[in-house]
């Protein structure tokens, strides 16, 4: 029930398409290969990249570490290469504790296999697809008046 619930909710009041299922295995696969999206692009310019470490002290966790045709890809200071966990689990940013989120998938972005989450979608096709054709069903067997 309480799942069903959620699923309204993020479904018809935040417009959401997917929710997120799983847990956080530890890897930290999503830790050291990040695209950050500003507005409505991935940062592509290090100046750019040094104007928001300058606004948002989040930013100032994160290093360069290549750039490809997407964008520039960055690497959390905050990961132990080692042990490959978070050093400040506890202190986390939002954006850390909320991964993955539904515009990953908006801006072309996949989770790696070996990730313990998974993004599914609220209502899978078969139910919208059976849905749209019970709608036609009640259309067409319903009588209007005149």
Known sequence: MFTEIKKFIL???FKKH?????KCKGCGGCCSHIYVKHFKHVLQDEK????????????SGLKIIGKDELG???ECTHL??????????????????????????????????????KMEPIYPFK???KDAARGKNQIKNS????
Request: proline content about 3%; hydrophobic content about 35%; overall charge positive.
């Open 127 to 129: 139910k919208i697809l």
């Open 72 to 74: 520039l890809i960055f």
């Open 18 to 22: 997917y929710w997120r299922t799983g």
């Open 80 to 117: 132990d290469k080692e042990t490959k966990r978070c050093k400040i689990h506890f202190w986390r940013p939002g954006i850390c504790r909320r991964y993955p989120q539904e515009e990953l998938f908006s801006m072309g972005g996949t989770l790696s296999e070996d990730c313990g989450f």
């Open 143 to 146: 009588r209007f008046i005149q």
């Open 11 to 13: 479904a018809k009041i």
């Open 48 to 59: 750019e990249f040094e104007k928001l470490q300058f606004l948002h002290s989040f930013y």
